[in-house]
């Protein structure tokens, strides 16, 4: 994998840098956010692995920008122990969160098992319920063979939660992604926007099979297949 570490501790990335290319991986590395996602943008590694204390931004905001245009997988290594941190990290897009100090051997299974959900999720681009299927690669959703019309915002919100079958995501994390950050209060839009796509897939949309909301924390996905 082509890995970028971030991280403002040199002997950290100095650590990093010597462990990941021992073992075959491409290493690039920055000490701060800026260039991070500079660096993400040239270069677009397979796998981030984020600390959360950086000099110039939070590590947080690096992970919201980073969603903002890649699905790359984004590990947190951080001091930080609370679950509240865990929580916020997750929710703003993080696949994991590793706590310092860790064992090498630990990372790298990490890094494996976030590999195989990247890859298990480019290899199925078709998303299928016994209602509707959804067709990621050519961004199409269809109901018995017929394409249904979505608005872009429609078929954005559908495809971030395909995505992520059977998992919770959050309205913050919605919001950011499809409006942008300005957007991460207006959970009002949400609800017009779901409410738009269950009148549009849902057999009977007032008692929703697979567009579920989660009262106050958001909305998951679930296929009856």
Same mark, same amino acid.
């Given at each position: 994998?082509?890995?970028?570490?971030?991280?403002?501790?040199?002997?950290?990335?100095?650590?990093?840098?010597?462990?990941?290319?021992?073992?075959?991986?491409?290493?690039?590395?920055?000490?701060?956010?800026?260039?991070?996602?500079?660096?993400?943008?040239?270069?677009?590694?397979?796998?981030?692995?984020?600390?959360?204390?950086?000099?110039?931004?939070?590590?947080?905001?690096?992970?919201?920008?980073?969603?903002?245009?890649?699905?790359?997988?984004?590990?947190?290594?951080?001091?930080?122990?609370?679950?509240?941190?865990?929580?916020?990290?997750?929710?703003?897009?993080?696949?994991?969160?590793?706590?310092?100090?860790?064992?090498?051997?630990?990372?790298?299974?990490?890094?494996?098992?976030?590999?195989?959900?990247?890859?298990?999720?480019?290899?199925?681009?078709?998303?299928?319920?016994?209602?509707?299927?959804?067709?990621?690669?050519?961004?199409?959703?269809?109901?018995?063979?017929?394409?249904?019309?979505?608005?872009?915002?429609?078929?954005?919100?559908?495809?971030?939660?395909?995505?992520?079958?059977?998992?919770?995501?959050?309205?913050? $994390?919605? &919001?950011?992604?499809?409006? /942008?950050?300005? @957007? #991460?209060? %207006? =959970?009002?839009?949400?609800?017009?926007?779901?409410?738009?796509?269950?009148?549009?897939?849902?057999?009977?949309?007032?008692?929703? $099979?697979? &567009?579920?909301?989660?009262? /106050?924390?958001? @909305? #998951?996905? %679930? =296929?009856?297949?």
């Amino acid at each position: 994998m082509r890995v970028l570490v971030v991280d403002d501790d040199v002997q950290i990335i100095r650590a990093m840098r010597i462990n990941l290319r021992a073992r075959g991986h491409e290493v690039d590395t920055a000490e701060g956010g800026a260039v991070a996602l500079r660096l993400a943008t040239q270069n677009r590694p397979d796998l981030v692995l984020l600390d959360l204390g950086l000099p110039d931004m939070e590590g947080l905001e690096v992970i919201r920008r980073l969603r903002g245009w890649t699905r790359v997988p984004i590990i947190v290594l951080s001091a930080r122990h609370s679950a509240g941190e865990k929580v916020r990290c997750l929710d703003s897009g993080a696949d994991d969160y590793v706590t310092k100090p860790f064992g090498m051997d630990e990372l790298l299974a990490r890094m494996r098992a976030a590999e195989r959900r990247s890859a298990s999720e480019e290899a199925a681009p078709e998303v299928s319920t016994s209602a509707f299927t959804v067709d990621l690669s050519a961004k199409c959703v269809s109901i018995g063979g017929e394409e249904v019309r979505l608005t872009p915002t429609e078929w954005h919100i559908l495809e971030i939660l395909t995505q992520h079958p059977g998992h919770l995501v959050s309205q913050r $994390r919605l &919001l950011q992604e499809v409006w /942008g950050p300005a @957007y #991460r209060s %207006e =959970t009002n839009y949400l609800r017009v926007y779901m409410a738009q796509l269950r009148r549009k897939l849902e057999p009977d949309p007032a008692h929703p $099979r697979f &567009l579920i909301t989660e009262a /106050g924390r958001g @909305y #998951r996905f %679930e =296929t009856d297949l």
